[in-house]
Every structure is written in structure tokens, then in C-alpha cells.
């Protein structure tokens, strides 16, 4: 949510701020370009796994048919929980690493993460994921 298209303070990714439907908004309008161009190219069937703070951000209501969330707390492989066997990832609305770039883009989950070569610091969080 912290990548999101607009999104440029806390208290727009933050729940209980009057700002956090505006994020979550643009977290789905991010989400529905991502799925109506993977629908375009061919894909039948999209996974979309929720993983902002308590990880219940998107209203499954207002998502395509053939699209499933997996959301809530509890998914021990955060972002790729339940991505076993897909053909393809894409990850919509990453983040920066913390505290290389401070603001509401830099939520790296830990600050343990080290150096890897060629970044020239942490990278985003989403490549840390196997």
C-alpha cells in the first residue's frame, strides 16, 4: 500500500487515520490496472494476496471474477503466501527500504535485512522473498 499510486503519507496506509480510504483506494486502483492487463495477456486465474499491516486493506467486492485474496495476519510467507505453483508474480505498490528513503514508501518488514551487492543498500522488500 506504501507504493501506492498518491500515497504519500502515513496516515493514508495507516487504519485508523481519516486519510487510509484514500490509500486503500489507490491500492486498488494500482491492483485493477495489474489485473485487467494480466486478464489482457491471458491470464485466467489471479491470486491477490493482501499483505499491508493487518493485511485486511481490499474490499473483495469490488475486485473482477477470477480474482481470489488471500488477507488477514497469520500467513507466514507474507507476501507470496499461497503463490505455490503459479506461473507468473508481479508485485504492485512495493515499498522502498527503511531508512534509505524515509516516508510512507519505506516499511521494509525487518531492519535486520543486510547489504546485497549491486543495490548499493538494502533493496525493497519484495525481492528479499523466494
Same mark, same amino acid.
Not at 36 to 56: K, P, Q, W, Y
Not at 103 to 109: F, K
Given at each position: 500500500?506504501?507504493?501506492?499510486?498518491?500515497?504519500?503519507?502515513?496516515?493514508?496506509?495507516?487504519?485508523?487515520?481519516?486519510?487510509?480510504?484514500?490509500?486503500?483506494?489507490?491500492?486498488? *486502483?494500482?491492483?485493477?490496472?495489474?489485473?485487467?492487463?494480466?486478464?489482457?495477456?491471458?491470464?485466467?486465474?489471479? =491470486?491477490?494476496?493482501?499483505? *499491508?499491516?493487518?493485511?485486511?486493506? =481490499?474490499?473483495?467486492?469490488?475486485?473482477?471474477?477470477?480474482?481470489?485474496?488471500?488477507?488477514?495476519?497469520?500467513?507466514? =510467507?507474507?507476501?507470496?503466501?499461497?503463490?505455490?505453483?503459479?506461473?507468473?508474480?508481479?508485485?504492485?505498490?512495493?515499498?522502498?527500504?527503511?531508512?534509505?528513503?524515509?516516508?510512507?514508501?519505506?516499511?521494509?518488514?525487518?531492519?535486520?535485512?543486510?547489504?546485497?551487492?549491486?543495490?548499493?543498500?538494502?533493496?525493497?522488500?519484495?525481492? =528479499?522473498?523466494?
Amino acid at each position: 500500500m506504501e507504493g501506492a499510486t498518491g500515497v504519500v503519507r502515513w496516515e493514508q496506509v495507516s487504519a485508523d487515520k481519516a486519510d487510509y480510504a484514500f490509500g486503500c483506494a489507490m491500492q486498488r *486502483h494500482d491492483l485493477l490496472t495489474v489485473v485487467e492487463a494480466a486478464f489482457e495477456f491471458g491470464a485466467t486465474e489471479i =491470486l491477490v494476496n493482501d499483505s *499491508h499491516a493487518r493485511m485486511i486493506n =481490499l474490499d473483495v467486492r469490488q475486485l473482477p471474477k477470477g480474482v481470489t485474496v488471500v488477507s488477514g495476519a497469520g500467513k507466514p =510467507l507474507s507476501m507470496v503466501e499461497a503463490v505455490e505453483g503459479a506461473d507468473r508474480a508481479f508485485f504492485s505498490s512495493p515499498t522502498t527500504p527503511w531508512p534509505e528513503r524515509p516516508g510512507p514508501s519505506s516499511a521494509t518488514i525487518s531492519s535486520s535485512v543486510p547489504s546485497r551487492r549491486g543495490w548499493g543498500g538494502r533493496p525493497p522488500e519484495f525481492s =528479499l522473498r523466494r
